[in-house]
């Protein structure tokens, strides 16, 4: 069972989604069409979130992604130095 609780919110938001069958507090049910939609994207390659796998990608396109991931990672170390000096 999932550790995460959801809110009033969260359900309503969640249950507005043509793929959900319903929600509780912690768990959510899926359409049974949506999960056969979900394997057969998996099994294409694709993964959970329905971003294309990396496998097959050229050696231009793979450096081109972890220097992207890189910007972003410092952006974000950077970010929490600022948040963590305005916090003292």
């Not at 992207?68 to 170390?77: D, F, P, S, W």
């Amino acid at each position: 069972m999932s550790k995460i609780l959801f809110n009033e919110h969260q359900r309503r938001l969640l249950e507005a989604n043509p793929n959900v069958n319903s929600v509780s507090d912690r768990s959510i049910q899926y359409k049974p069409e949506f999960k056969v939609l979900a394997v057969k994207e998996n099994q294409s390659g694709k993964g959970s979130p329905g971003r294309p796998s990396t496998e097959g990608l050229s050696p231009e396109k793979k450096l081109e992604k972890a220097e992207a991931r890189i910007k972003y990672l410092e952006a974000e170390v950077e970010l929490l130095k600022k948040l963590e000096e305005l916090e003292r």
